[in-house]
T-cell receptor, first 114, second 115 residues
Framework: DVKVTQSSRYLVKRTGEKVFLECVQD?????MFWYRQDPGLGLRLIYF???????EKGDIPEGYSVSREKKERFSLILESASTNQTSMYLC?????????????FGDGTRLSIL | AQKITQTQPGMFVQEKEAVTLDCTYD???????LFWYKQPSSGEMIFLIY??????QNATEGRYSLNFQKARKSANLVISASQLGDSAMYFC????????????FGPGTRLSVLP
């Protein structure tokens, strides 16, 4: 089975801090994704990556950056955390030729910015 | 822009009965894929079922089936013989083939199964 591991289930940080959310997958997937989930809005795509050192903006990239130095690891960075970034963050991965293959998700990180 | 609509914020169903969760989508792409995920209160996203835009038959996976009506742009999830463990959030998603194969998700439907 595909395993996508997010470094923390719960995280509390303060306004203005630099926050790192880590995601690791063990199935050699080319694609990796970061979403945030808010009630009534579903999942919204922040950034995605097709390959090492490659990144593309999703639908809501403002206030975030990402890093993909190794194929299995995709990091989400909040450069200066703000209270409106309090949310559930989900990482996902998939094969490059997805066709009928789903994205595989981690368990999520509930991030609170105080 | 592609969009997924789920008009039912919450649904109730009696245990052992069938339930239909609605999903409509908007896209101008001829090739796309539709997925349903389940998210229990613990937070993990569990893939349930897939329907391709060119598939001739409706997808089925155990107690899950997809009522795919392409002309109406709808892909409703049918859960037969509901169980208490089916209580969860359910998300409909569409793969965006012309945008890096990433997904756009609907707002979700919270299903509660009553004993």
């Amino acid at each position: 089975d595909v395993k996508v591991t997010q470094s923390s289930r719960y995280l509390v940080k303060r306004t203005g801090e630099k926050v790192f959310l880590e995601c690791v997958q063990d199935m050699d997937h080319e694609n990796m994704f970061w979403y945030r989930q808010d009630p009534g809005l579903g999942l919204r795509l922040i950034y995605f990556s097709y390959d090492v050192k490659m990144k593309e903006k999703g639908d809501i990239p403002e206030g975030y950056s990402v890093s993909r130095e190794k194929k299995e690891r995709f990091s989400l960075i909040l450069e200066s955390a703000s209270t409106n970034q309090t949310s559930m963050y989900l990482c996902a991965s998939s094969l490059v030729e997805t066709s009928n293959q789903p994205q595989h998700f981690g368990d999520g990180t509930r991030l609170s910015i105080l | 822009a592609q969009k997924i609509t789920q008009t039912q914020p919450g649904m109730f169903v009696q245990e052992k009965e069938a339930v239909t969760l609605d999903c409509t989508y908007d896209t101008s792409d001829p090739s796309y894929g539709l997925f349903w995920y389940k998210q229990p209160s613990s937070g993990e996203m569990i893939f349930l079922i897939y329907q391709g835009s060119y598939d001739q038959q409706n997808a089925t996976e155990g107690r899950y089936s997809l009522n795919f009506q392409k002309a109406r742009k709808s892909a409703n999830l049918v859960i037969s013989a509901s169980q208490l463990g089916d209580s969860a959030m359910y998300f409909c998603a569409m793969r965006r083939d012309n945008y890096g194969q990433n997904f756009v998700f609907g707002p979700g439907t919270r299903l509660s199964v009553l004993p």
